[in-house]
């Protein structure tokens, strides 16, 4: 069993920088691709961004691209998502989320096994 903890989010203007991380304890984390999603009031929960194992891939939505950066220290069990030149529209519940199984849609919320409580970021006009 995979325990996932968010910390770090709050409330910022747009154009500021916010980083948010999650701590894993329960299994090997190592062994775990690791994903952030968000999810904003009234819509569908979205993929954000995904690191490899290693942590030497990195994937990212179309939206986040260029602003975020997602990385990992294996050797603290920790995940990492680097928010700048924030915007309004980043505003939502931040989750990470672990991928256990590997080799299926990583941009889909099925594919990760473990799930954090969530963190709220909110960017004011």
């Known amino acids: 069993q995979v325990h996932l903890v968010e910390s770090g989010g709050g409330l910022v203007q747009a154009g500021a920088s916010l980083r948010i991380s999650c701590a894993a304890s329960g299994g090997i984390f190592s062994r775990y691709a690791m994903g952030w999603f968000r999810q904003a009031p009234g819509k569908e929960r979205e993929f954000v961004s995904r690191i490899n194992r290693g942590g030497g891939t990195t994937w990212y939505a179309d939206s986040v691209r260029g602003r975020f950066t997602i990385s990992r220290d294996n050797a603290r069990n920790t995940v990492n998502l680097q928010m700048n030149s924030l915007k309004p529209e980043d505003t939502a519940t931040y989750y990470c989320?672990?991928?256990?199984?590997?080799?299926?849609?990583?941009?889909?919320?099925?594919?990760?096994?473990?799930w954090g409580q969530g963190t709220q970021v909110t960017v004011s006009s």
């Open positions: 989320a672990a991928d256990t199984v590997l080799g299926g849609d990583i941009s889909a919320s099925a594919e990760y096994a473990y």
